[in-house]
Nanobody, 121 residues
Framework: VQLQACGGGLVQTGGSLRLSCAASGLTFSRYSLAWFRRSPGKEREFVAS????????YYVDSVRGRFTISRDYAKNTAYLQMDSLKPEDTAVYYCAADRFRVGANTPYDYWGQGTLVTVSS
Protein backbone atom coordinates (compact mmCIF):
# COMPACT_ATOMS: atom_id res chain seq x y z
CA VAL A 1 0.00 0.00 0.00
CA GLN A 2 1.25 3.44 -0.87
CA LEU A 3 -0.15 6.89 -0.21
CA GLN A 4 1.65 9.56 -2.22
CA ALA A 5 1.01 13.11 -1.02
CA CYS A 6 1.97 16.12 -3.07
CA GLY A 7 0.96 19.70 -3.77
CA GLY A 8 2.67 21.55 -0.97
CA GLY A 9 4.62 24.74 -1.50
CA LEU A 10 5.11 28.35 -0.51
CA VAL A 11 2.10 30.66 -0.60
CA GLN A 12 1.26 34.08 0.79
CA THR A 13 -1.33 34.70 3.47
CA GLY A 14 -4.79 34.50 1.95
CA GLY A 15 -3.64 32.26 -0.87
CA SER A 16 -4.72 28.75 -1.83
CA LEU A 17 -3.17 25.35 -2.37
CA ARG A 18 -4.57 21.95 -3.24
CA LEU A 19 -2.95 18.87 -1.80
CA SER A 20 -3.36 15.47 -3.43
CA CYS A 21 -3.02 12.00 -1.97
CA ALA A 22 -2.81 9.23 -4.55
CA ALA A 23 -3.51 5.75 -3.16
CA SER A 24 -2.35 2.45 -4.58
CA GLY A 25 -2.34 -1.14 -3.37
CA LEU A 26 -5.71 -0.91 -1.64
CA THR A 27 -9.38 -0.88 -2.57
CA PHE A 28 -9.75 2.87 -2.46
CA SER A 29 -13.53 2.91 -2.17
CA ARG A 30 -13.41 0.90 1.05
CA TYR A 31 -11.11 3.22 2.96
CA SER A 32 -11.69 6.41 4.85
CA LEU A 33 -9.07 9.09 4.17
CA ALA A 34 -7.72 11.78 6.42
CA TRP A 35 -5.26 14.66 6.46
CA PHE A 36 -3.07 15.50 9.43
CA ARG A 37 -0.40 18.12 9.89
CA ARG A 38 2.61 18.72 12.10
CA SER A 39 3.95 22.21 12.70
CA PRO A 40 7.46 22.83 14.06
CA GLY A 41 7.53 22.17 17.79
CA LYS A 42 3.96 20.90 17.88
CA GLU A 43 2.26 17.53 17.99
CA ARG A 44 0.59 16.05 14.96
CA GLU A 45 -2.88 17.51 14.47
CA PHE A 46 -5.98 16.13 12.77
CA VAL A 47 -7.11 18.40 9.94
CA ALA A 48 -9.93 16.66 8.05
CA SER A 49 -11.31 13.28 7.10
CA UNK A 50 -13.79 11.78 4.67
CA UNK A 51 -15.69 8.51 4.88
CA UNK A 52 -15.36 5.68 2.43
CA UNK A 53 -18.85 5.41 0.99
CA UNK A 54 -21.09 8.42 1.45
CA UNK A 55 -18.12 10.82 1.54
CA UNK A 56 -19.15 12.50 4.76
CA UNK A 57 -16.45 14.92 5.87
CA TYR A 58 -15.13 16.16 9.20
CA TYR A 59 -12.86 19.09 10.05
CA VAL A 60 -10.94 20.54 12.93
CA ASP A 61 -12.49 23.84 13.98
CA SER A 62 -9.49 25.90 12.92
CA VAL A 63 -9.88 24.99 9.24
CA ARG A 64 -13.64 24.54 8.90
CA GLY A 65 -14.94 26.88 6.21
CA ARG A 66 -11.49 27.34 4.68
CA PHE A 67 -10.42 23.79 3.81
CA THR A 68 -12.36 21.20 1.82
CA ILE A 69 -11.58 17.50 1.71
CA SER A 70 -12.77 15.46 -1.25
CA ARG A 71 -12.04 12.23 -3.08
CA ASP A 72 -12.10 11.02 -6.64
CA TYR A 73 -12.92 7.31 -6.80
CA ALA A 74 -11.93 7.05 -10.47
CA LYS A 75 -8.46 8.42 -9.76
CA ASN A 76 -7.97 6.76 -6.34
CA THR A 77 -7.02 10.17 -5.04
CA ALA A 78 -8.03 12.33 -2.10
CA TYR A 79 -7.65 16.10 -2.07
CA LEU A 80 -7.40 18.89 0.44
CA GLN A 81 -8.34 22.26 -1.00
CA MET A 82 -6.92 24.94 1.27
CA ASP A 83 -8.18 28.51 0.87
CA SER A 84 -7.63 31.67 2.89
CA LEU A 85 -4.38 30.26 4.18
CA LYS A 86 -2.83 31.68 7.32
CA PRO A 87 0.74 31.54 8.64
CA GLU A 88 -0.45 29.16 11.36
CA ASP A 89 -1.36 26.65 8.65
CA THR A 90 2.36 26.20 7.97
CA ALA A 91 3.14 22.52 8.54
CA VAL A 92 4.02 19.22 6.98
CA TYR A 93 0.75 17.68 5.82
CA TYR A 94 0.22 13.91 5.82
CA CYS A 95 -2.54 11.76 4.38
CA ALA A 96 -3.75 8.57 6.03
CA ALA A 97 -6.18 5.74 5.30
CA ASP A 98 -8.21 3.40 7.46
CA ARG A 99 -10.47 0.51 6.56
CA PHE A 100 -13.20 1.20 9.10
CA ARG A 101 -12.73 4.41 11.07
CA VAL A 102 -12.52 8.12 10.27
CA GLY A 103 -12.01 9.99 13.54
CA ALA A 104 -9.31 12.35 14.70
CA ASN A 105 -7.97 9.73 17.15
CA THR A 106 -8.21 6.78 14.79
CA PRO A 107 -4.99 4.72 14.55
CA TYR A 108 -4.98 4.89 10.77
CA ASP A 109 -3.76 1.81 8.94
CA TYR A 110 -1.59 3.55 6.38
CA TRP A 111 0.27 6.85 6.18
CA GLY A 112 1.83 8.74 3.32
CA GLN A 113 4.97 10.81 3.38
CA GLY A 114 4.47 14.46 4.16
CA THR A 115 4.26 17.47 1.90
CA LEU A 116 5.39 20.84 3.23
CA VAL A 117 3.07 23.83 3.20
CA THR A 118 4.58 27.20 4.07
CA VAL A 119 2.39 30.29 4.39
CA SER A 120 4.27 33.57 4.47
CA SER A 121 2.91 36.61 6.27
Amino acid sequence: VQLQACGGGLVQTGGSLRLSCAASGLTFSRYSLAWFRRSPGKEREFVASITSSVSRSYYVDSVRGRFTISRDYAKNTAYLQMDSLKPEDTAVYYCAADRFRVGANTPYDYWGQGTLVTVSS
